[in-house]
């Protein structure tokens, strides 16, 4: 079975500094996609990055980049430029076909 | 473009009754969903649709859990009765075939 791990259940930044965001996940499978959703405390979970498994090279939107190590199985969120409205859940999630699988989350808190 | 929409927003009951939750799509998207998001944690499928068909419901406790969607547009979500353990947020996400889901705002489920 598919799973999602994400190993840091809270992380703190400076507004304006940079920040990254482990995720881990175990499959079987060779084509997939990953992702990184955003859920402010309105509950809205907002797509914020993906990446699909055959593309060697790292998606990027904006302050946004992940760095996908695929033998690893890794793939991990940079924000830059960190701002109070990145403040919020991030979930990693990784989908085969129609089903979309989470991690537990990290809550990043930003500083100002 | 709409979002997908759903309501209520926030709903309070005694265990052992019953609630329903109502999720509308984004006009054209083919496949929904219905997560189950208990604090602290990532969301999990409850029950997938691919227009008027169950695609997955393997993760709905179907004693107490039933969805429909009427006309391949609209659906709904019942508990009856309900437990302690129900209260979380039950996310509604659509999506047009395999590609990216959109997610509703929620609705947050407390159950006394």
């Known amino acids: 079975a598919q799973t999602v791990t994400q190993s840091q259940p809270e992380m703190s930044v400076q507004e304006a500094e940079t920040v990254t965001l482990s995720c881990t996940y175990d499959t079987s499978e060779s084509d997939y996609y990953l992702f990184w959703y955003k859920q402010p405390p309105s509950r809205q979970m907002i797509l914020v990055i993906r990446q699909e498994a055959y593309k060697q090279q790292n998606a990027t939107e904006n302050r946004f980049s992940v760095n996908f190590q695929k033998a690893a199985k890794s793939f991990s969120l940079k924000i830059s430029d960190s701002q109070l409205g990145d403040a919020a859940m991030y979930f990693c999630?990784?989908?085969?076909?129609?089903?979309?699988?989470f991690g537990a989350g990290t809550i990043l808190r930003v500083k100002s | 473009e709409a979002g997908v929409a759903q309501s209520p927003r926030y709903k309070i009951i005694e265990k052992r009754q019953s609630v329903a939750f109502w999720c509308n799509p984004i006009s054209g998207h083919a496949t929904l969903y219905w997560y189950q998001q208990i604090l602290g944690q990532g969301p999990k499928l409850l029950i997938q649709f691919q227009n008027n068909g169950v695609v997955d419901d393997s993760q709905l406790p179907k004693d107490r859990f039933s969805a429909e969607r009427l006309k391949g547009v609209d659906s709904t979500l019942k508990i009856q009765p309900a437990k302690l353990e129900d209260s979380a947020v039950y996310l509604c996400?659509?999506?047009?075939?395999?590609?990216?889901?959109?997610f509703g705002p929620g609705t947050r489920l407390t159950v006394t």
């Open positions: 996400a659509s999506s047009f075939w395999v590609y990216e889901q959109y």
């Open positions: 999630a990784y989908r085969w076909g129609n089903k979309l699988v």
